[in-house]
């Protein structure tokens, strides 16, 4: 890529149950020094990150922008915003939804920097309530993902405004105040 050059692409995924999506490098190997981490609503071990969309099944709406430097977070549009980072042997990256049966894989646009370690920041709104449902026209925004070259560092949160980012930040809180 050219500097400040970016793809956006905008996916539909399937998920069956759990509510959750899985981003992973083509090669489906896990990057030498990859270490499992996580930010809450993303997870990264060996080869690939879990991600928790705001639907526990059906169609999930996704906008993934891959980019040559950090494209900036959207601090307005989204409730929850995480970072995360991520190593790819491949250069390539898919997207699936969690199913029972064969997982479609969605090819995401071709890393900048080919194999090497990227920072991913994760945008959702909706994680309390579902969904934005009443909001048909912009539940394509729902789930923002940026795609970054960038070294190794630690798991930050940006941004929480939802008790879903919260209880998964600190389960142990959550299940002894019974959800609230």
């Not at 999506?21 to 609503?41: F, H, V």
């Not at 997870?43 to 705001?54: G, L, Q």
Request: charged share 25%; glycine share 10%; aromatic share 8%.
């Amino acid at each position: 890529m050219s500097d400040d050059e970016t793809h956006t692409v905008r996916l539909q995924i399937e998920v069956e149950d759990c509510g959750i999506a899985y981003l992973t490098d083509r090669e489906r190997r896990a990057y030498a020094g990859q270490p499992a981490q996580s930010a809450g609503i993303i997870k990264v071990e060996k080869d690939h990150a879990t991600i928790h969309i705001n639907d526990q099944w059906g169609p999930a709406d996704f906008t993934v922008t891959v980019a040559d430097r950090d494209p900036g977070a959207d601090l307005i549009g989204y409730e929850d915003i995480v970072e995360i980072s991520f190593g790819s042997v491949s250069g390539r990256l898919e997207i699936t939804g969690f199913t029972f049966d064969e997982h479609v894989m969605l090819p995401l646009p071709p890393l900048p920097a080919g194999p090497g370690t990227y920072r991913i920041r994760y945008h959702v709104k909706g994680m309390d309530a579902e969904g934005t449902v009443e909001d048909t026209e912009n539940a394509a925004d729902d789930h923002y993902l940026q795609v970054w070259p960038a070294p190794f560092e630690d798991p930050i949160v940006v941004k929480t405004a939802t008790g879903a980012l919260r209880g998964h930040l600190a389960p142990e809180k959550h299940e002894r105040s019974g959800g609230e």
